[in-house]
């Protein structure tokens, strides 16, 4: 039986994370793809990533940052702790392969189309992490910027 009145949709909940925010698995798996193709044909970072297929390395990136941003913790339930400096340590990440990531993130970032203040929180963290990364100022031979 109906009381008359029309029945109004509910309107969506409002995101309650950064995650949510920027468009959840989507976006994070957009970005970390665009990111990828880069880093295919990219001489500097290419090297760095021994398996022959970056699929793998496509899926840790993907998991890391969707939990980082309040996503699913599958990452750390698969992984453990991302201890991000131990993993990198075996690379020799200088301010070239620094700027290189940062490119490519750029790219992907720029094509996510994410509110400015949105993009503005997501590049200064990854900025934030690629500066962090840096463990070596020597850098590989035949490679400028």
Do not use: I, K
């Amino acid at each position: 039986m109906s009381d008359g009145s029309r029945d109004v949709p509910a309107e969506p909940p409002a995101p309650t994370t950064p995650y949510e925010a920027m468009g959840g698995h989507e976006t994070f798996r957009r970005l970390v793809h665009r990111f990828y193709q880069g880093v295919a044909t990219d001489p500097v970072l290419r090297p760095m990533y021994p398996e022959a297929d970056l699929g793998p390395a496509e899926e840790r990136l993907l998991m890391f940052l969707e939990q980082y941003w309040g996503g699913p913790r599958t990452y750390s339930d698969l992984r453990g702790h991302p201890r991000l400096r131990l993993r990198h340590a075996p690379f020799p990440v200088g301010p070239v392969a620094r700027d290189r990531w940062l490119a490519h993130m750029r790219v992907g970032v720029d094509e996510l189309g994410l509110p400015p203040d949105l993009e503005r929180q997501l590049w200064d963290y990854l900025v934030m992490a690629a500066d962090s990364m840096v463990n070596t100022f020597d850098e590989p031979t035949g490679t400028s910027t």
